[in-house]
C-alpha cells in the first residue's frame, strides 16, 4: 500500500471512492469535489493498493473570524472491502506526521472510538456548528481559552 497526494487525473477515482465508503448521502462526495473545484487549500492524500484508490483522507482550514485556528480533518473514508483493516488508522497516523498538520490544533466531528487512539479528545471550546453540543466533537492541541463558533470553509455548508 501506497500513500501519496492525488493528482487532478485521479479526483473522479476520489470520488468514487467517497460514494462507496458514504452509500446513504452525497454529500462528502459533493464536499471534496467542490473543495477541488473551487481550489480550496486543503491538504489531501491517498492510499494506492494495486493501482485502487482505497482510502483518502482531507484537512481543511478551520477559522475563528477570518482567522485560521487550526484544521478540520474530513473526510476521511477507506473503500468498505478494506475497512476495519487498520487501513484508516495508518492513513491517519501517516497525516498526523506531516509537515503541514504535524503542529496545527485539530478538530474532528466523528465517532470518538476512531479518534481517541490518535490523541482526539472531547472539545468543549470552540462549538462546532453541526455539531451544537459537541457531542462527537473532537480536538487534538486545542488550546483555545474563549468561547466561538468554530468556522468552516464555506464549501461544508451552514452549520
Ligand atoms: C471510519 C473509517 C475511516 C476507519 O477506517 P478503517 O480502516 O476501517 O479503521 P481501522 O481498521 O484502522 O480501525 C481502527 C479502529 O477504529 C475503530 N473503528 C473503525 N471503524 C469503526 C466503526 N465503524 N465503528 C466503531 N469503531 C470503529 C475500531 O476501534 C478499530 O479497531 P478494531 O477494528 O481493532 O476494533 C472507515 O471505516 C470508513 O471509511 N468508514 C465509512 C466512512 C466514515 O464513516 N468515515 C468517517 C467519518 S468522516
Redesign the pocket.
Known amino acids: 500500500m501506497k500513500i501519496r497526494k492525488p493528482t487532478r487525473e485521479i479526483y473522479v477515482k476520489v470520488s468514487a471512492l467517497l460514494s462507496s465508503?458514504?452509500p446513504k448521502s452525497r454529500y462528502?462526495t459533493k464536499l471534496v469535489e467542490e473543495l477541488h473545484e473551487n481550489d480550496t487549500p486543503i491538504h489531501e492524500w491517498i492510499c494506492i493498493h494495486i493501482n485502487k484508490v482505497i482510502?483518502y483522507v482531507a484537512f481543511s482550514n478551520a477559522y475563528n473570524g477570518s482567522e485560521v485556528c487550526g484544521l478540520h480533518l474530513?473526510?476521511?473514508?477507506?473503500a468498505p472491502k478494506?475497512?476495519?483493516?487498520?487501513?484508516?488508522?495508518?492513513l491517519l497516523r501517516f497525516a498526523l506526521r506531516q509537515e503541514a498538520i504535524k503542529e496545527s490544533p485539530l478538530f474532528v466531528?466523528?465517532?470518538p472510538?476512531?479518534y481517541k487512539?490518535f490523541g482526539f479528545e472531547h472539545c468543549t471550546i470552540p462549538t462546532c456548528p453541526f455539531d451544537k453540543e459537541n457531542r462527537h466533537f473532537l480536538s487534538l492541541r486545542n488550546t483555545t481559552a474563549t468561547r466561538f463558533i468554530v468556522g468552516y470553509e464555506p464549501e461544508f455548508g451552514q452549520g
Open positions: 465508503a458514504f462528502e482510502a474530513a473526510p476521511i473514508a477507506v478494506f475497512q476495519r483493516q487498520g487501513v484508516g488508522s495508518e466531528l466523528g465517532n472510538k476512531f487512539g
